[in-house]
């Protein structure tokens, strides 16, 4: 009686643990220009994805105050580029200019077929 419900448990598990498997996805090459609301109105974000990395992001016209969200526009980019993830800390102290860039860029991410939650966690 043990062994047959180790295996039926055995078996639940292993279903379930395909049901939760991550679905392959491919993303699409190219540079993506998203438009979000920030501070002082509206941030466009450029963002570059090649071989399913991000390679570039630029933040293009905004109002954003530059004595406040300056190091906000400058730093957050690099640290989207080196983690390969939207999902990075923020500026202090701008913390609504580093929202739109990350929701921008999690924009395109989508925009290009990926899942931003999960992008960069996969180790390619």
């Avoid at 540079?31 to 990395?53: A, F, L, M, P, Q």
């Avoid at 980019?77 to 701008?94: F, L, M, Q, W, Y």
């Amino acid at each position: 009686m043990n062994k047959r419900l180790f295996a039926a448990c055995l078996s639940v598990g292993m279903l379930l643990a395909g049901c939760s498997a991550k679905k392959s996805t491919t993303v699409k090459d190219g540079t993506y220009e998203e438009t979000v609301d920030g501070r002082n109105g509206k941030v466009t974000v450029s963002t570059t994805i090649s071989s399913g990395k991000i390679t570039n992001v630029e933040v293009k016209d905004n109002k954003e105050t530059p004595e406040i969200a300056g190091t906000a526009i400058t730093e957050l980019p690099k640290k989207i580029v080196e983690k390969n993830s939207p999902n990075v800390d923020g500026v202090t102290g701008a913390t609504i200019t580093s929202d739109a860039i990350k929701e921008a860029v999690k924009n395109a991410i989508k925009t290009a077929g990926g899942d931003p939650d999960s992008f960069g966690s996969d180790s390619a």
